[in-house]
């Protein structure tokens, strides 16, 4: 165990080359930039140390194209004799810099213990960190039983269909060749994150008849309908939402409630283009349509969470006159949760208390991760999220990952990799 410490601790100085290089590439999601690069230096680096390296594109994946190009790399180490194997996934995409900065976003400037840069917590620091105790594990145990490997996966950040999802449906994350599956999110080192809220994105249009905008009593106006929407669900669905509680420890305190977010609305004469400087028409809107993203819990079923919103939108049309509407489905992923007591679980929590001296905290995220895909494409259940980086930094301007966390985090790590496959 010592000489694992030892290891790590002598490449503090690499880990943070290793980051910074991730940093500076910048894979920006959307659209899918530089996904071949990051994918070639995390190809080329692990090929050099005797890995094997396989570079897969999401063909025919949602948003796939010639421009913009969905790779993901895997990078596998058998080791000297029959095992398991340890996976270690991380997406390399990240999201929109935004305003706020006050640091190069692709820089991996260091200041203060800290690395900063877009995706520096979020999750390129966890990236960086898996493959360093990878390395370290593999030296030092050249005689491990198993195989060890490592992903860079593309489009986490929306919804991971042309990563995980392609991964898993193409049999890599079948449980004959993969056991224990560790997603370096940045859910902080003490903490291991046993999987997610459930998920349901859809639409709801109002319907009216468009009329000329100074005689709106021949039509019927689609954006009032919605406004009815609205009124129902702040008089009704969300106190019934709030009410709702749930056994999972999901953090913050606030996600152990089911949860809606109205994402958007549109109604009427569509947006016009930049430097349009011209005036609306006069027209009653004959269609309105609400984007909601349904947060929900490990005791609620999606049927339920469908039957909410249709009986809502009943009762509505049941006391309104001409009251006409649609749900359309966007995506929807149920939750997911690995038990306290699977090898994994306890594998990394014993890690835990040997390097940081106190008990794991367990938690489950209140959004969805690659998780998702591992279970319900894969059905390998042996799987949680554990990485460095403080979850509240990721998305936020001037984002950092702190050098010492990494370093604590990339001990575990390399200590796991010791009691599954040692």
């Not at 410490?5 to 943070?16: D, V, Y």
């Not at 993901?72 to 305003?99: P, Q, Y």
């Not at 009815?228 to 008089?235: H, I, P, Q, S």
């Not at 106190?239 to 305190?253: D, F, I, N, S």
């Amino acid at each position: 165990m010592d000489s694992l410490l030892i290891g790590i601790e002598a490449r503090r100085e690499e880990l943070i080359a290793l980051t910074r290089d991730l940093i500076r590439i910048p894979t920006l999601n959307p659209p899918g930039l530089h996904y071949r690069e990051v994918c070639d230096l995390v190809g080329d680096r692990m090929r050099a140390r005797g890995w094997q390296v396989e570079l897969i594109r999401a063909e025919g994946a949602p948003g796939d194209s010639d421009a913009y190009p969905r790779w993901n790399v895997v990078c596998r180490l058998e080791g000297a004799r029959a095992g398991d194997c340890v996976h270690f996934n991380s997406h390399h995409d990240i999201v929109a810099v935004g305003e706020g900065w006050t640091r190069d976003p692709f820089g991996g400037e260091v200041a203060n213990g800290r690395i900063y840069g877009r995706g520096a917590c979020d999750m390129k620091g966890g990236l960086a960190t898996s493959i360093i105790a990878a390395e370290v594990f593999a030296d030092t145990h050249p005689d491990f039983a198993g195989a060890i490997e490592i992903s860079a996966t593309a489009d986490e950040e929306s919804g991971g269909f042309g990563g995980v999802a392609y991964l898993a449906q193409h049999g890599w994350f079948d449980p004959t060749r993969v056991q224990h599956v560790i997603i370096p999110e940045p859910l902080n080192k003490d903490r291991i994150c046993l999987g997610h809220r459930g998920v349901w994105w859809a639409e709801i249009e109002t319907k009216g008849r468009i009329a000329h905008g100074s005689m709106p009593f021949l039509g019927d106006c689609a954006v009032r309908h919605m406004g009815a929407v609205l009124d129902e669900m702040e008089a009704h669905l969300f106190p019934l939402l709030a009410g709702k509680h749930t056994a999972m420890p999901v953090v913050p305190e606030g996600a152990r409630s089911s949860t809606l977010n109205l994402n958007s609305i549109h109604g009427g004469e569509p947006v016009q283009p930049e430097g349009y400087t011209g005036l609306p028409s006069a027209c009653v809107p004959d269609r309105c349509v609400l984007t909601i993203d349904r947060r929900y819990l490990i005791e609620e079923t999606e049927g339920e969470v469908r039957g909410e919103i249709t009986d809502m939108l009943e009762r509505i049309k049941a006391s309104r006159p001409d009251f006409e509407y649609e749900v359309r489905d966007l995506w929807s992923v149920a939750p997911t949760m690995t038990d306290e007591d699977a090898p994994v679980v306890t594998t990394v929590q014993n890690a835990v208390h040997a390097v940081l001296g106190k008990s794991a905290e367990f938690v489950v995220s209140p959004g969805t991760y690659d998780q998702k895909h591992i279970d319900r494409i894969g059905l390998l259940k042996n799987c949680i999220a554990y990485g460095p980086g403080i979850l509240d930094l990721a998305h936020q301007p001037d984002e950092w990952i702190g050098i010492d966390d990494m370093v604590d985090s990339g001990k575990i790590m390399a200590l796991a990799l010791n009691d599954l496959l040692g």
